[in-house]
Each structure stands twice: as structure tokens, then as C-alpha cells.
């Protein structure tokens, strides 16, 4: 496959219709992406190669436009010098040298619309690539997504999760006992403290009342 055929088969190519297509888009984008490089690659060695040649037939044109004004002045100088024959001679020259320059020129131009073309398909390519890549992207993220997302479907759909916090709940449950018992042992102790409090003040009026008693028997 020619590389012009490759690049209007890949330029041309709707890569979300072929994405939908393919068993493996992922395997897709990839080749997809490679072949663009290497098609690339070929159009900018072309390319180098067709600059080069351009360079080469700018002066050869350039000595052709001089070669044209050479025989130019050698017809001047001939008929100037009486010399008709020998300047029809020179202008005959002429001619045929304005016609290798006009031919010259004519192959410069095809040559700068095949660099233009050729630097057109390669942006072109270019922004294919871009958007392969985009889509490889979103096809990786895409992937990872689904895959995690299945993984935690299985995990939801186990039993071992149900039995796990079947598990869970009833450790929880006897936290909560242990909890209500250390409480009930705090109130038990709060209501104590009360209680020893107000034995504790009915014996000091006990003791003052005997003490007030003795002192009234001293005294009388």
C-alpha cells in the first residue's frame, strides 16, 4: 500500500464508527495510532526529500534566467556590432533558453503545491493522532472504571459480605452490653456515694444531739 493511499484511507476514516466496529477498540486505537506515525514519518522524509530537489531546480532556474540574459546581451552586442546574423543567432538562443526557464518554472510550482499538499496531510494526520490518542485515553479510563465497578458488584453480590457484617452487627451488639454494664455498675455507685452521704449526715446529728444532751446534764 502506497503511503498517499494509507494516509487518505486513515484521513478519511471515521475513527468512532471503526471504534464501534471493532471486537478490541483498545487493540484498535493502538494500531491505529501506529499506523499514523509511520505514515507520518514517510511524509515528512518525502517531504525533506522533495525540498531538497526543490532546492536543486531553484538554481537551475537561476542559471537558466541568467543563461537567458546572457544571450540577450551577446544578440545586443552582435547587432551592434553589424553583426544580424550572428544576432539572430543569439536571440534564437534565447528562445530556446526563455523555454527551459518557463519549463523550470512551471515544475517549481507543481513542486511548492506538493510540499503544501504534503504539509496540509501531515497537520491533517496530526489531528488524527490527537484525537486517537483522546479516544485511547477515554478507552483505558473507560476500562479501568468497568473494571473496578465489576469488582464491587461480585463483592455486593457475595455472601461472605452478608456473613461478614451479620458478624459485625453482632460484635457491635456486645460492645453495646458491655457498654450498658459499665453504666449500670457507674449509677450503682453514683446512687452508694448519695446514700453514704445522708448516713453519714444522720450520724453527725445523732452525735450532735447526744453531745448537746451531755453538756445540758453537766451543766444543771
Known sequence: MGIFSR???IVNANINSMLDKAEDPKKLVRMLIQEMEETLVELRSGAAKHISERKVLEAQIERAKANVNDWASKAELALNKGREDLARSAIEQKQQASETLAN????LVR????LDSVSGD???LEQKMAEARVRQQSLLARKQQATTRLKVK???DSHKIEEALVRFEHFEKKIEALESEVESYELGDKE???EQQFKQMERD???ERE???LKQKLAS
Open 154 to 156: 461480585k463483592q455486593l
Open 122 to 124: 501531515a497537520t491533517r
Open 192 to 194: 452508694a456515694t448519695v
Open 104 to 107: 523550470l518554472e512551471k515544475e
Open 205 to 207: 446529728d445523732a452525735i
Open 111 to 114: 513542486y511548492n503545491e506538493l
Open 7 to 9: 494516509f487518505s484511507d
Open 211 to 213: 453531745l448537746a444532751k
